[in-house]
């Protein structure tokens, strides 16, 4: 039997566009003679439709759109996913489904039974989880199909009572299926492998996992279907990022000798798949909303330069617009950092000073702030001034100004409200500033894109005469590591202190971080690469007492 | 048996805080003779506490104020809500429970059964439902404790699978306990009244219901806790944002023949509730902060004049700065009805011209502009303007800019980001505005504080020459009509159509309210009154297509 993977590039909502690309997968499939095309998860509406799901038309188009694709399961057969309607008379209103389609005609149904809700995933806002799980036959072979988080019920402490695929097992499955809609995070990708590794190698059946690829707003899903042998060795995979279909023999699959593999990413092949996501990222917002150009400020520093070689890498140099501009604190080496980069990316800039800007603000607040001492305030009219011509050549060109904000620099409020924080996206905005250290120099592996001069020079937001970040805050690679504990792994001060901080520095950033969620509250959608990004995927009370 | 209702006000996270009000509820009920104090949902640590209950410390100090909570119950008993962590080794880490606390120790625990994953509410991100329901002794008497939603699942369909009254009644309880964190939406009151009511009636039992008050950034918690005797007539209750507690005799509880009633609303009495709770949500962020003083711009229209009232109102007109922003568009009456408003109001007032600005900003930007016609770039440097001028003020001196948008403008994007967007919190963002005009009428219902003309005179943006609201929009009245019936019913465009409204222009607003998403993602939390709220309890993808 042949099964293909089919790893596209979904829509949400836009079911022509999602039916029309499943629609030729099947045609290509079947002239390879494949038997079972396998879609991924809510393949016929994209995933995650979030509210969406709430509208009856929403799912009416849903059904439509099955019954469509079915409709070209003529001599080949899919596995589509799809909402469907709770026909019980309690529950959530859906189930979260997947199709087997053969001959025309749904044969079989599976509703996922582990609902995600946690971190980015809410899906037990929306579907009723199933209870009880059959195979499904097909063709001779009883096939073990599950969706997604169905497979993630592995590992002690289990996060669900039930294990669907202990279920499915007393049926004697010749195969497992699963339809994933699984984000990518760089330092997920070893868990997922092992996930699936360590099902099939559990179950001892080969597994076909297809999954999700494209961008969503913030949420990157990198796809990475793939084949596993009942020892739990992988067999094959589609590449991350790209779409395709991959066709796989049953038998080969379960005759193969291959051993179950750890993944391993070097500090190079991080920084290459950051790289590749991020760059992804942008292409996909700016594509599936049907712009084109991108402008952003360019400062001089790291995080600016960083956006710009990601933007210029997803859009096209011609498409980006970079603006330097300087204000009363710009040092000569920002103007000639930022030409540099700008020329070495061959990207249209303008220069447009925002002193006289400044100017007219301070003068038309002067009579108010007479007397009190330059402060934030001040600072902040340079930062915001700055958006406010930024935002005015965005409107004037249609563009969407990217946002440069770093995650360490937003974790600790670094940032100018309606200054620097704006955009349309935040590209570099889930990469501490160690990071983004690391993405610069595999950048520059091969020859100087980025001036060494923005690379090497101390950081500052040039607000104030000789301002340097260090000056409000620890060095980043101090600063970092207290993040990464307090934000990702959820440590207490007293447990980040005891790794080997100062107790009372620890203190100041932890409350730094608690006491700028409400600048994160309004922050443009921020390209999800980590486990544990800013964004839907962390909800903190803005106006609350932290622990410490 | 004497039983207290106590309707408190906790901070998030400030366990200090709330283990002294209910050390101090203790005493007070101790001195009145009463046998049981009822505290609310998670009442240790104040609800929602949303991600902080992924954090380990967080979940030990509830732990600790429990047991704080326990030692002051010698003599009085108490009913405590708070997260506990799940003995089972699956499921979620914890489980929302209720203690009974009888002579310094726990004597009975319950767990909540039903976690509402729905609009505001993501419970099963962080909880494991209970599956099985046992009544509590205390002094004879079997009581059936549920934690709010719990007994929300009594009309068709049913929400969840179990009904946990419907297990506690095999155990034959003697009266009914409900501890809530139910939020405040005007319409939803009627609602919570009769599920109440209907459970008692159901289930033949005395009732007794304590919910949380407070303001939690945008969610207003009413409070309202109730007592309702077997006919489900309702006994008695704490008002609405109204602190204390209420001590009820449960044989006098159990004995009262007061018939079960309709809670219906006159437009007097809604719009008064609103203006209490708006009233309520600025003191409640002000006050939880630590903050004091506002500042907004008033530009002559309606939403600034409203706000500026309800901030006089919660804040005191001393501790509220206007500012009055003319540009080169504003005609001479806004100028004249602001400081009509702010004279009657008492409020400090100041005219700064955005004109310097707005030249310096289209200088700078000339050369780039030029050969372009004037358009929306133009329009959105004079909105810019005047919020970098308030964003100056309210960081020199520490206030908080107050967002003035209604809920019909950021429904259909009619704003500028980073312009009339801006702001710490949006005070009238769920008030659409015919609602506005009511509210405005109300507040003028015995003399004219907000000048007739402000209310009269046709909606404007003043960004060019003799602009009008109705030059981009439909008249309010139909543009509101269209707005609720999609975003509150969920109603399609073809069904709104139907209700009466032109097809092409449902189809326009439609689409203005799908291609906004962007721009809400950024606004300010938004005090939430109704049932659908923009923000936390509406999640839509920002990169989609929405069906039409």
Known sequence: MKIALAQLNYIIGHFEHNTGLMIDALAHAKSRGVDLVVFSELSVCGYPPRDLLEMDLFIDYCQEAVQQVAAHCQGVAAIVGAP????????????????????????????????????????????????????????????????????????????????????LMKDKPDLMINISASPFAWSHLADRHFTFSENARKYRLPLFVSNQMGGHTELLFDGRSAAYN???????????????????????????????????????????????????????YFGKLGLKKAILGLSGGLDSALTLVLAA??????????????????????????????????????????????????????????????????EN???????????????????????????????????????????????????????????????????????????????????????????????????????????????????????GHDPELVKKVLRMVNNNEYKRHQTPPILRVSKKAFGSGRKMPLVARFPE
């Open 381 to 499: 009219l340079q930062a915001r001034a700055r958006a406010v011509i930024l935002m005015g050549l965005a409107n004037k060109f249609g563009c969407v100004l990217l946002n440069t904000s770093n995650k360490s620099e937003a974790a600790v409020g670094y940032g100018t409200l309606y200054g620097d924080m704006c955009g349309g996206l935040a590209v570099i905005g889930d990469i501490y500033k160690t990071e983004a250290y690391s993405l610069a120099r595999y950048i520059n592996r091969e020859r100087e894109v980025i001036p060494a001069n923005t690379i090497n020079k101390p950081p500052s937001a040039e607000l104030k005469p000789d301002q340097r970040d260090t000056d409000s805050l620890p060095p980043y690679e101090i600063l970092d590591d207290i993040l990464q504990k307090y934000i990702e792994k959820r440590m207490s001060a007293t447990q980040i202190a005891a790794s």
């Open 84 to 167: 469907s309607r709770n026909p019980e008379s309690f529950g959530k209103r859906l189930l979260n489904s997947a199709f087997l389609i053969n001959n025309g005609t749904v044969e079989g149904v599976y509703h996922k039974g582990l609902l995600p809700t946690y971190d980015v995933f809410d899906e037990y806002r929306y579907f009723e989880p199933a209870t009880t799980f059959k195979t499904i036959p097909f063709r001779g072979k009883k096939i073990a199909l599950t969706i997604c988080e169905d497979l993630w019920n592995i590992e002690a402490p289990q996060l669900y009572r039930i294990s669907p695929m202990d279920e």
């Open 313 to 378: 890498e997803a859009l096209g140099p011609e498409n980006c617009r970079a603006v330097l501009l300087p204000g009363p604190y710009s040092s000569e080496h920002s103007v000639a950092d930022a030409e540099h980069l700008a020329r070495n990316l061959g990207v249209l800039y303008h220069t447009i000073s925002i002193n006289k800007t400044v100017d007219a603000l301070q003068q038309s607040l002067a009579p108010h702030f007479k007397g009190t001492q330059p402060g934030i305030a001040e």
């Open 230 to 284: 009942p020892q739990g060795g992988m067999v094959g995979c589609i590449d991350s990022f790209a779409g395709g279909i991959k066709v796989f023999d049953l038998d080969e699959v379960t005759k193969s000798n291959l051993p179950a593999t750890v993944l391993s990413l070097s500090e190079s092949e991080i920084n290459d798949i950051i790289f590749r996501a991020l760059v992804f990222g942008i292409k996909e």
